[in-house]
């Protein structure tokens, strides 16, 4: 019988709101992701846990979820802002765009153990049901090899181009697309 390529397994914990008390767990992930020749750029995780924390405020335009194993941890968060940043506004091609925020996961559960397709789902249904058109990222260059074969790997999203020196001088983003 011929052989066929491994499908991205299933996770088999929940997808659910954001709430305070995950925020130490999301911290780590944070820590573990963002860093430069070891070191952890703490600005950029003050940034991310600021965003965490202003998606808990009642009617807040930016949503995020976490995963959560069977057993309780929470191993990765992903998100969506109603409005997408200033810079990505050109690479909009409806009048309902938004922006999918914040995606990391625990580094003993991501890459095929469907915790980031998990959560990806749930956010673009978030989108659609915000009535959404469209949904933008962008993803730095520390992320090439760990964060980008994912976004060229779903459906739909599509690279659209580049942000130079977004992150500093030589360090560009990449933007992606996806429409509803
Ligand atoms: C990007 C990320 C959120 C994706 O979540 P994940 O849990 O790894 O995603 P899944 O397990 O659902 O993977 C879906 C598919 O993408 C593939 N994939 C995910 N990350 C990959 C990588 N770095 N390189 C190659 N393939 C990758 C998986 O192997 C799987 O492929 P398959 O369908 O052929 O099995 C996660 O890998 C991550 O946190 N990466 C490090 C931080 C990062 O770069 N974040 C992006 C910031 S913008």
Not at 110 to 132: F, H, P
Request: hydrophobic share 35%; charged share 25%.
């Amino acid at each position: 019988m011929e052989t066929t390529a491994k499908e991205t397994e299933q996770f088999s914990g929940i997808i659910r709101p954001l709430t305070e008390e995950d925020i130490p767990a999301l911290r780590q992930i944070s820590e573990y992701w963002l860093r430069d020749s070891g070191r952890v750029a703490y600005d950029e995780v003050e940034g991310d846990i600021a965003t965490l924390r202003e998606s808990l405020a009642e009617n807040s335009p930016k949503h995020m979820f976490v995963a959560q194993t069977q057993d309780g941890q929470v191993v990765g968060m992903m998100g969506v802002a109603e409005t997408p940043k200033d810079p990505l506004i050109p690479f909009t091609q409806t009048d309902k765009p938004c922006e999918l925020i914040i995606a990391y996961v625990h580094q003993d559960f991501r890459g095929g153990q469907g915790v980031g397709t998990a959560l990806i789902n749930a956010s673009l249904d978030l989108a659609r049901s915000l009535d959404k058109k469209e949904i933008l990222l962008e993803s730095g260059p520390r992320h090439t090899h760990s964060g980008y074969p994912f976004y060229d790997k779903q459906p739909g999203f599509k690279r659209v181009g580049v942000i130079k020196d977004f992150y500093g001088k030589g360090a560009h983003t990449i933007v992606w697309r996806k429409t509803f």
